[in-house]
């Protein structure tokens, strides 16, 4: 399980190559590979909000060390509302030995938090929507600028990360605030330089224990309009991840305190995910997830509340490509008083091209 966050690349990798013509040659040889995705959701309480996610992670690799990847997504409805980008974009280093070496430039995986690596569909048990933790915070500051208590985007960076089976570390720099939205294909805020520290252990086979910090400004010079000087965000993140016989378990909470006029914020977000393997074909899966609001958010509203959503799946796999999950989920955001379910049951197809 060391370096989970960063090894995430390692089963899709599909090489398509032929050895060195002679043993006098040591020109590495190219590979190339793509790992593909469909899944379609039927919500149950509206057929007409059937969605649809379209995911290629595509890789051209070079010898045994260095790797370049895209991955194109794209998720619309039935009703016509499709949104594209690339979720990632860039190059990888990679140098085996007794200490790994992986170093990572370009448009990545965010550099915080577990939920983000559980975003194909194929790698979640439950509906693989986006996880209900991951939204807007209410508005906590004079700035009507949306801030995010962790985002599902994928930044730039740069991030080296080492380990062996008992530890993981990682350490580089990001352009933005894990708590801003970013992408590739997007219009990103003034980019902001964040510096970024992981560390993990894992003291028994199955259970690895992580933290992550990044701090940075979460607002710019220019966008602030009170005095000059940007405005610092701290994020941390604790994971824990757990796997016991058919059981797995993956946890995280993240806390993040904001620099506001009046002095900080602190907001709070997590969840807790539980897969069974009933067989090699059935499993089960729950999830909790639950966000804080910024402590100064009631100062513009009295009707904020946590946010909090339950979930329930069951899944069967007919083959190693084809899945089909029910679920069944009730949830409350942090505007509404009253929790609102909806059940719904989702095909995904996986399929490997070389």
Known sequence: ???????????????????????????????????????????????????????????????????????????GSVSGDWRHDLYQLGVRYHRPGGLPVRLEIGYALSVVGLGVLESRPGERETSFLDPQYLRPLPRFDTSSVPVWSLTPSYPLVAIAAFGNDRWDARAGVADGSPTRMRGVLRSN????????????????????????????????????????GGRLATVVAFELEYEVGRTAITAEVVRDDFE??????????????VTHALSPRWRIAGRYDHARPPSE???????????????????YRFTRDLAVRGFVTADRGFYQTPWAGRAGFSLVLAQRWW
Not at 52 to 75: E, F, K, Y
Not at 297 to 315: C, D, N, P, R, T
């Open 1 to 75: 399980m060391a370096l989970r966050g960063y090894g995430w690349i390692l089963p899709c990798l599909i090489v398509l190559t032929g050895k060195p013509a002679g043993a006098q040659t040591d020109v590495p040889a190219w590979a190339t590979g793509a790992d593909t995705e469909v899944a379609v959701v039927f919500p149950v309480n509206d057929p007409s909000d059937t969605g649809i996610v379209l995911d290629t992670l595509a890789v051209l690799q070079w010898g045994n060390r260095l790797d370049v990847i895209a991955r194109p997504v794209s998720r």
């Open 189 to 228: 805020p003034p980019r902001a330089p964040q510096v970024v520290v992981g560390a993990g252990i894992t003291p028994v086979t199955g259970l690895r224990l992580g933290t992550t910090f990044v701090r940075g400004n979460y607002l710019t010079s220019d966008e602030v309009a009170e005095g000059p």
């Open 260 to 273: 506001v006029s009046t002095g900080h914020a602190v907001a709070a977000s997590g969840f807790v995910h």
């Open 297 to 315: 958010s009631h100062a513009f509203s009295s009707q904020i509340a946590s946010l909090k959503s339950v979930e329930a799946a069951v899944a």
